[in-house]
């Protein structure tokens, strides 16, 4: 079907930046959102940023001023880039894609996750 990979993440001190990319691929139309989300130990995933195909893009706002999400259609990627990190970004962050498969059926998907990790 499709397959979300992630890389970037890892250790990071308090007011670093990190940058998340992730490539998607397989049976592919056209992706209509990609997305990032985190989830912190003992807490729900949440939305960190959105981008639709149109490059209109959404924040939570406790990232808001600080993380911005980009995407190249043509290569079907999306990245992440988080600046001002605080401790409490510390999360595993997931690529998310709302794939228009060839046929027309539409399917969401999930990448493995990247350790993000805030700490002096």
């Known amino acids: 079907q499709v397959q979300l990979v992630e890389s970037g993440g890892g250790l990071v001190q308090p007011g670093g930046s990190l940058r998340l990319s992730c490539a998607a691929s397989g049976n592919i139309f056209s992706i209509v959102d990609m997305g990032w989300y985190r989830q912190a130990p003992g807490n729900q995933r949440e939305l960190v940023a959105i981008i639709n195909s149109g490059g209109n893009t959404n924040y939570a706002d406790s990232v808001k001023g600080r993380f911005t999400i980009s995407r190249v259609n043509a290569k079907n990627m999306v990245y992440l880039q988080m600046n001002s990190l605080k401790p409490e970004d510390t999360a595993v962050y997931y690529c998310?894609?709302?794939?228009?498969?060839?046929?027309?059926?539409?399917?969401?998907?999930w990448g493995q996750g990247k350790q993000v990790t805030v700490s002096s």
């Open positions: 998310n894609a709302d794939v228009l498969h060839y046929g027309m059926r539409r399917d969401a998907y």
